[in-house]
């Protein structure tokens, strides 16, 4: 009896999976981004030290050991794979140590033949192996491994997408404080030079060269300048402030520098859309969401066929608890158990009807997230192309302002123009550096945007320049 019920379980655990087979769905088809550019750099892994700032690559370290958003989705893929681990596990024997000791007493008045030799009071030790367990002959288990494990790769997908998002975050952060130190370096010139504008208007009114509009409006001109000194120092401490979050350090001060000292980097290879289909996290995550949906369905149709379950123990079964070992108490058993699910009033096949559903959602929800990852790409090489042209002009006008205040100071000395005209070159040369900051915040934020976009840096994925 024994080999018969090994020769059926080996050909029930060779049997075939039920249920559709992944295949990957067919996505609309880009040959190339139009925004983009030729050639190009490759990205890093630490694609943030392009910038050239050593503050910035010892925050964004910081943010990566200590940030709680990553720490979360770290536990997330530990938790992934420990039902990896268990799923795993189900397809395997399961084996038992089983024992104990029975004492019974027989009653006298109940019919039993062999009361008077073995008496009233028995007692009974046991002690053996058990196990019990599914063979996989639909598929069913191996279906929800393969479920398990792309829940697991999509776990990972996700911290790698929350390293990238805490990554970028970090860097925009950074840049708008060292852009906000700028803006008010240049802000207080800015007010210095308004102050000095009231005070001149208003000896010029002291003696009649000048009315009251004339003052009205240096006070105007004043208060603007307060405001745009306030709003640089406040967004300076918002950025600081979130700087400090993501890095897990709430008491997090900055040294202020006049100029943001970053570096604006090169243009990086964008590479094909096709890539993307294995370079961005959540793109990689949605069909590994996709692969376990479809797993999903071949489990719920096993789950419709006969399941069929080996039992199995070894042991020894004695009177007396020192000779619970000897080879006249052995006993064994094994056996196959059959249950079929008959009649559940069409409860099966809503389970599959509903799996049938969840795939498509979860395919929907790939092709969307390949799409939009297309267009944050397009988008953000639109920005980068956009905003490096308004950081040359930027340039340009800061050459010419400064050129245009050395010109009123020689003026001035020599007489040839009064003060006001030469807090006015001193203004707009102030401004053009406000401008300047602006830019370049707007450049390396489009820079940022497009690392994002192009889901950073694998060495898994090879990306044609």
Request: aromatic residues 4%; proline residues 4%; hydrophobic residues 50%.
């Given at each position: 009896m024994?080999?018969?019920?090994v020769?059926?379980?080996?050909?029930?655990?060779?049997?075939?999976?039920?249920?559709?087979?992944?295949?990957r769905?067919?996505?609309?088809?880009?040959?190339a981004f139009?925004?983009?550019?030729k050639?190009?750099?490759?990205l890093?892994?630490?694609?943030?030290?392009s910038f050239?700032d050593?503050?910035?690559?010892?925050?964004?370290?910081?943010?990566?050991a200590a940030?709680?958003?990553?720490?979360?989705?770290?536990?997330?893929?530990?938790?992934a794979?420990?039902?990896?681990?268990?799923?795993?596990?189900?397809?395997l024997?399961?084996?038992?140590?089983?024992?104990g000791?029975?004492?019974?007493?027989?009653?006298?008045?109940?019919?039993?033949?062999?009361?008077?030799?073995?008496?009233?009071?028995?007692?009974?030790?046991?002690?053996?192996?058990?196990?019990?367990f599914?063979?996989?002959?639909?598929?069913?288990?191996?279906?929800?491994?393969?479920?398990?494990?792309a829940q697991?790769l999509?776990?990972?997908?996700?911290?790698?997408?929350?390293?990238l998002?805490v990554?970028?975050?970090?860097?925009?952060?950074?840049?708008a404080?060292?852009?906000a130190?700028?803006?008010s370096a240049a802000?207080?010139?800015?007010?210095a030079?308004?102050?000095?504008?009231?005070?001149?208007?208003?000896?010029?009114?002291?003696?009649?060269?000048?009315?009251?509009?004339?003052?009205?409006?240096?006070?105007?001109?004043?208060?603007?300048?307060?405001?745009?000194l306030?709003?640089?120092?406040?967004?300076?401490?918002?950025?600081?402030?979130?700087?400090?979050?993501?890095?897990?350090?709430?008491?997090?001060?900055?040294?202020?520098r006049?100029?943001d000292?970053?570096?604006?980097?090169?243009?990086?290879?964008?590479?094909?859309?096709?890539?993307?289909?294995?370079?961005?996290?959540?793109?990689?995550?949605?069909?590994?969401a996709l692969?376990?949906?479809?797993?999903?369905i071949?489990?719920?149709?096993?789950?419709?066929?006969?399941?069929?379950?080996?039992?199995?123990?070894?042991?020894?079964?004695?009177?007396?608890l020192?000779?619970?070992?000897?080879?006249?108490?052995?006993?064994s058993?094994?056996?196959?158990?059959?249950?079929?699910?008959?009649?559940?009033f069409?409860?099966?096949?809503?389970r599959?009807?509903?799996?049938?559903?969840?795939?498509?959602?979860?395919?929907?929800?790939?092709?969307?997230?390949?799409l939009?990852?297309?267009?944050?790409?397009?988008?953000?090489?639109?920005d980068?192309?956009?905003?490096?042209?308004?950081?040359?002009?930027?340039?340009?006008r800061?050459?010419?302002s400064?050129?245009?205040?050395?010109?009123a100071?020689?003026?001035?000395?020599?007489?040839?123009?009064?003060?006001?005209e030469?807090?006015?070159?001193?203004?707009?040369?102030?401004?053009?550096?406000?401008?300047?900051?602006?830019?370049r915040?707007?450049?390396?934020?489009?820079?940022?945007?497009?690392?994002k976009?192009?889901?950073?840096?694998?060495?898994d994925?090879a990306?044609?320049?």
């Amino acid at each position: 009896m024994m080999p018969r019920l090994v020769l059926l379980s080996a050909c029930l655990l060779g049997g075939c999976a039920v249920g559709p087979d992944y295949v990957r769905p067919e996505l609309p088809k880009a040959d190339a981004f139009p925004e983009a550019g030729k050639g190009g750099a490759a990205l890093s892994a630490d694609w943030w030290k392009s910038f050239g700032d050593p503050q910035l690559d010892a925050l964004v370290a910081k943010a990566m050991a200590a940030n709680a958003d990553l720490r979360i989705a770290v536990a997330r893929v530990e938790q992934a794979a420990a039902v990896l681990g268990e799923t795993e596990g189900a397809a395997l024997p399961q084996v038992d140590a089983v024992g104990g000791v029975n004492a019974s007493k027989l009653s006298e008045g109940a019919y039993n033949q062999n009361l008077s030799t073995t008496g009233r009071h028995r007692t009974t030790s046991r002690g053996g192996l058990a196990t019990s367990f599914e063979l996989d002959f639909w598929g069913k288990l191996r279906r929800a491994e393969e479920g398990a494990r792309a829940q697991l790769l999509g776990a990972r997908e996700s911290r790698r997408l929350v390293e990238l998002s805490v990554g970028a975050a970090v860097v925009r952060a950074y840049a708008a404080v060292r852009a906000a130190d700028a803006q008010s370096a240049a802000a207080q010139e800015v007010l210095a030079a308004r102050d000095e504008e009231v005070v001149i208007v208003g000896k010029r009114a002291a003696v009649g060269a000048a009315g009251p509009v004339e003052v009205a409006q240096a006070e105007v001109a004043r208060a603007s300048a307060v405001a745009a000194l306030a709003d640089a120092r406040r967004t300076r401490a918002a950025a600081e402030h979130l700087l400090g979050l993501l890095t897990g350090q709430p008491s997090l001060t900055l040294a202020a520098r006049r100029k943001d000292g970053l570096r604006l980097p090169a243009p990086v290879a964008t590479g094909l859309p096709s890539d993307l289909l294995a370079r961005r996290p959540d793109v990689v995550a949605a069909e590994q969401a996709l692969v376990a949906a479809n797993a999903r369905i071949g489990y719920m149709k096993a789950s419709r066929y006969p399941s069929f379950t080996l039992t199995g123990a070894i042991g020894s079964e004695s009177r007396e608890l020192n000779a619970l070992f000897d080879g006249a108490t052995a006993t064994s058993s094994l056996g196959v158990d059959l249950r079929y699910p008959l009649l559940d009033f069409g409860r099966g096949a809503a389970r599959v009807e509903g799996a049938v559903a969840e795939q498509h959602q979860a395919a929907a929800a790939y092709e969307k997230a390949f799409l939009n990852a297309c267009r944050e790409v397009r988008d953000a090489l639109v920005d980068v192309r956009e905003t490096a042209a308004a950081a040359a002009a930027a340039d340009r006008r800061a050459k010419a302002s400064d050129e245009a205040f050395r010109i009123a100071e020689e003026r001035s000395r020599q007489g040839q123009i009064g003060p006001m005209e030469l807090l006015a070159a001193c203004r707009l040369r102030a401004e053009s550096q406000v401008a300047v900051a602006r830019v370049r915040l707007d450049r390396l934020a489009a820079q940022v945007d497009l690392v994002k976009a192009l889901g950073g840096a694998r060495p898994d994925v090879a990306v044609a320049k």
